[in-house]
């Protein structure tokens, strides 16, 4: 049985559920972050995003650069093993365009997503007391246990307009499989009103039902999806390709001139049409495609 | 013969030391990345190096770059999602060692990473978090790793992200945190320790060619000095070998 394909291309995926004002949710730790989908919402140059993301990473640093973001919504705002990011460190030190911030750790942004994803008011953790965290975020409160009368912190759920995830494959209906690290994007996409799947590779059906424990997404909550190879260059693709590394490292040159930063964005956002010309502008990212470690199938039978 | 080193060499050599074999490590960003990877290659290679990206018992071939780093992922023994390793791993009290750096810290070894100057209007805006106030919170003992300087070890800090051993006067037990906290500071000076009995940070040894005054005149409050220093070997020549040929030969962590 054959479903209506969801697949779309990210321009018209991105006119269609991205508007300005809305709260934007791009995971994904490390491993498959889509720059592809950040570099097309700066192109259509929407406005006033509140921005959510554990790791902001160097794409929302572009997209504050590109004045996309009234509000960040983050745990931990560094360039990973390189440095600083320096658009989003201009605006939180009054250099820059303001910039609304709203800071929880890692577990409390998780948290945040849980809830979401649970339709839950909010979630409890242990967790924040002795630090100064909650004092400077005043979501994060706390609540009295009616078990044990423990006090444990609460934070609010979160639930975005929008989710994209990045994933290796998904069929036209947007059953998505991701293998290695799998952050919070489940999570984040069930939290969501609307979800964009955006893959490396397009695939059958039967190739996902072939493999069903290893969808982390499942059709029936997105809405589209977009074959986009190399889609989360910078960052990587398990088995597919490696992280740019020397790309991040040199970011730390680039963002902390404002003026090479709209180079950047002139030259490799704006001056392409689309993920194809990226690739080729970057003098094609074979250097970085991934060596074979195959698993063994495991057997489904019954 | 005397190999020499740098202070960086010698402080990620010590902090390896820190880890037993066998046990698990929730490995933070940056230098503790390295002295973990250190102590894998060296005497502890039974360690299970769990990261905040998911990876649990994590076997990388090459020193991963960033804690989500795909190196991590290849040959580990389970890949999780982050609310796994939050919940069902560190508030579940499952980590044995926290394994931090930071900006900041201060004489009672609460930790950085926020902001320096005022929260609404730093004068140095840091990355935050991530997943170390927790860690600091759960992992039942951690280990700081961070260069000595003045502005680094201020009296207090500027933001507590990462609670010490005595916060706001208020003692961990009093606050209701699980872990027993920064019981080490390893610096490329020397280490302090924690004094069991007020949380205080205090200095437990120096290294070799290294004069006390070197590490008092970089700490921001009246220094105490343990009754007896316990000698530090220098790093060997394997660890000095790992370091340089193997795991950072790009000096990625070893600059300065």
């Given at each position: 049985m054959s479903v209506r394909s969801k697949v779309v291309s990210m321009r018209d995926a991105i006119a269609r559920y991205v508007h300005d004002g809305d709260t934007?949710?791009?995971?994904?730790?490390?491993?498959?972050?889509?720059?592809?989908?950040?570099?097309?919402?700066?192109?259509?140059?929407?406005?006033?995003?509140?921005?959510?993301?554990?790791?902001?990473?160097?794409?929302?640093?572009?997209?504050?650069?590109?004045?996309?973001?009234?509000?960040?919504?983050?745990?931990?705002?560094?360039?990973?093993?390189?440095?600083?990011?320096?658009?989003?460190?201009?605006?939180?030190?009054?250099?820059?365009?303001?910039?609304?911030?709203?800071?929880?750790?890692?577990?409390?942004?998780?948290?945040?997503?849980?809830?979401?994803?649970?339709?839950?008011?909010?979630?409890?953790?242990?967790?924040?007391?002795?630090?100064?965290?909650?004092?400077?975020?005043?979501?994060?409160?706390?609540?009295?246990?009616?078990?044990?009368?423990?006090?444990?912190?609460?934070?609010p759920a979160l639930n975005p307009d929008l989710t994209i995830v990045h994933a290796q494959r998904a069929d036209a209906d947007g059953n998505a499989q991701i293998w290695g690290l799998l952050g919070v994007q489940k999570e984040a996409a069930f939290a969501s009103r609307h979800v964009i799947v955006v893959v490396e590779e397009l695939v059958d059906e039967s190739v996902i039902r072939a493999d069903p424990n290893r969808t982390a997404i499942p059709?029936?909550?997105?809405?589209?999806?977009?074959?986009?190879?190399?889609?989360?260059?910078?960052?990587?693709?398990?088995?597919?390709?490696?992280?740019?590394?020397?790309?991040?490292?040199?970011?730390?040159?680039?963002?902390?001139?404002?003026?090479?930063?709209?180079?950047?964005?002139?030259?490799?956002?704006?001056g392409v049409e689309n993920r194809a010309e990226y690739v080729e502008k970057n003098g094609g990212l074979e250097r970085l495609r991934a060596a074979e470690r195959i698993c063994a199938g495991v057997n489904y039978g019954f | 013969?005397?190999?020499?080193?740098?202070?960086?060499?010698?402080?990620?050599?010590?902090?390896?030391?820190?880890?037993?074999?066998?046990?698990?490590?929730?490995?933070?960003?940056?230098?503790?990345?390295?002295?973990?990877?250190?102590?894998?290659?060296?005497?502890?290679?039974?360690?299970?190096?769990?990261?905040?990206?998911?990876?649990?018992?994590?076997?990388?071939?090459?020193?991963?770059?960033?804690?989500?780093?795909?190196?991590?992922?290849?040959?580990?023994?389970?890949?999780?999602?982050?609310?796994?390793?939050?919940?069902?791993?560190?508030?579940?009290?499952?980590?044995?060692?926290?394994?931090?750096?930071?900006?900041?810290?201060?004489?009672?070894?609460?930790i950085n990473t926020t902001v320096v100057g005022d929260y609404v209007r730093p004068k140095v805006r840091l990355p935050g978090s991530g997943g170390a106030a927790e860690i600091a919170i759960h992992a039942r003992r951690t280990v700081v790793i961070a260069r000595l300087e003045r502005r680094g070890f201020p009296e207090a800090v500027d933001f507590v992200t990462s609670p010490g051993l005595r916060s706001k006067g208020r003692t961990r037990r009093e606050l209701g945190m699980p872990g027993a906290g920064p019981t080490r500071v390893v610096t490329d000076k020397g280490i302090l320790e924690a004094d069991p009995t007020d949380g205080e940070l205090v200095l437990s040894a120096v290294y070799p060619n290294v004069d006390i005054s070197e590490v008092t005149a970089n700490v921001g409050w009246s220094l105490r000095c343990k009754s007896r220093l316990h000698p530090v070997e220098p790093p060997s020549e394997r660890e000095l070998y790992l370091l340089r040929e193997v795991l950072d030969p790009q000096r990625l962590y070893l600059k300065g």
């Open positions: 934007v949710v791009i995971e994904g730790f490390t491993h498959l972050i889509c720059f592809a989908a950040g570099h097309e919402i700066i192109r259509q140059q929407r406005r006033n995003l509140t921005l959510c993301r554990l790791t902001p990473d160097l794409i929302y640093d572009q997209m504050i650069a590109a004045g996309c973001a009234r509000k960040l919504v983050f745990s931990w705002a560094g360039n990973p093993g390189a440095g600083s990011l320096h658009a989003f460190r201009r605006a939180a030190e009054g250099k820059g365009q303001p910039l609304e911030l709203e800071e929880y750790s890692h577990f409390g942004m998780v948290a945040r997503l849980s809830a979401g994803a649970a339709r839950l008011p909010f979630w409890t953790l242990r967790n924040y007391m002795g630090t100064d965290l909650s004092a400077a975020n005043p979501q994060i409160r706390s609540v009295s246990c009616p078990y044990t009368g423990e006090t444990l912190a609460t934070v059709g029936l909550i997105v809405d589209a999806v977009v074959v986009e190879p190399w889609g989360a260059h910078p960052s990587y693709a398990q088995g597919y390709y490696d992280r740019d590394n020397q790309f991040y490292v040199g970011w730390e040159r680039i963002s902390r001139d404002p003026a090479a930063l709209d180079r950047y964005l002139a030259e490799f956002v704006f | 013969m005397e190999l020499s080193y740098t202070p960086a060499e010698m402080m990620t050599a010590v902090a390896a030391r820190e880890l037993r074999d066998g046990e698990v490590v929730f490995v933070g960003i940056g230098l503790p990345n390295l002295a973990c990877n250190l102590a894998r290659a060296t005497h502890a290679p039974n360690l299970v190096l769990i990261y905040e990206s998911g990876a649990v018992g994590a076997v990388p071939e090459r020193l991963p770059v960033s804690i989500g780093d795909p190196a991590l992922v290849t040959g580990s023994l389970m890949v999780c999602s982050m609310a796994d390793v939050f919940q069902s791993l560190l508030q579940n009290g499952r980590i044995e060692v926290g394994f931090l750096g930071g900006a900041q810290i201060d004489r009672y070894g609460n």
